[in-house]
């Protein structure tokens, strides 16, 4: 267990290009999330995949936003036409479905972005 | 629409003393969760929470569950430095499937020397 792993840790971009993450979740788990954190805010849901599918999608995703699970594994967020409310710091979770009911998400470091 | 609610939202507290902090939801839930999260770190894991009267304890953390009430707390007995941090629950939406986690503000606190 290598644990959730993101790249970049940190992504300063000019507001209007486009930025993408990734995220790596831990081997067994076949559910994956991405939040979203803002300074004194707790996270905030944008989407979750089971295996390939995107299953859930948060109000918040819009337009701009797009995730994708291509094989199940890693996944990546990209965001385009970034603008500085997109500044933040966007968490990756897993988790197994098996045991989803009574084991908690497990986080990764997260990537924080600032749009300048 | 589910909304969680954490009281307070900052603490700050001496070390050896012992306090309680609550955690609201506004809809009924099946499952709820509590998160550790030092500054500029992730998320960890504490507890989680299924049933009505579940109590965990880990440490100097003791973390309850009154499902009517909608009700959690997080009792710290004889708070020491290293548990300052800030503290989370959430709550999952209770629709059909749903596997989205809905988040208080946080609580920060402080311990105190």
């Known amino acids: 267990d290598t644990g959730v792993s993101q790249d970049p840790r940190h992504k300063i971009t000019k507001r209007g290009q486009n930025v993408t993450f990734r995220c790596d979740p831990i081997?067994?788990?076949?559910?994956l999330y991405w939040y979203r954190q803002t300074l004194g805010q707790g996270p905030e849901f944008l989407t979750y995949?089971?295996?390939?599918?995107?299953?859930?999608k948060s109000r918040l995703l819009s337009d701009r936003f797009s995730a994708e699970r291509p094989k199940g594994s890693f996944s990546t967020l990209e965001i385009q036409r970034t603008e500085q409310g997109d500044s933040a710091m966007y968490l990756c979770?897993?988790?197994?479905?098996?045991?989803?009911?009574?084991?908690?998400?497990?986080f990764g470091n997260g990537t924080r972005l600032t749009v300048t | 629409e589910l909304k969680v609610e954490q009281n307070p939202l900052f603490l700050s507290m001496q070390e050896g003393k012992n306090y309680t902090i609550y955690c609201n939801y506004s809809?009924?839930?099946?499952?709820l969760y509590w998160y550790r999260q030092d500054p500029g770190k992730s998320l960890e894991s504490l507890f989680v929470l299924l049933s009505n009267g579940a109590v965990k304890q880990e440490g100097r953390l003791m973390a309850s569950l009154d499902t009517k009430a909608r009700l959690s707390t997080l009792h710290i007995t004889a708070a020491v430095h290293d548990l300052s941090a800030t503290y989370f629950c959430a709550v999952v939406r209770p629709q059909g499937g749903s596997e989205k986690l809905v988040f208080g503000k946080g609580m920060k606190l402080t311990v105190n020397p």
């Open positions: 995949f089971q295996n390939e599918a995107q299953l859930e």
């Open positions: 809809t009924t839930s099946d499952r």
């Open positions: 081997s067994e788990h076949n559910r």
């Open positions: 979770a897993s988790s197994s479905w098996a045991s989803s009911y009574n084991s908690p998400l497990h």
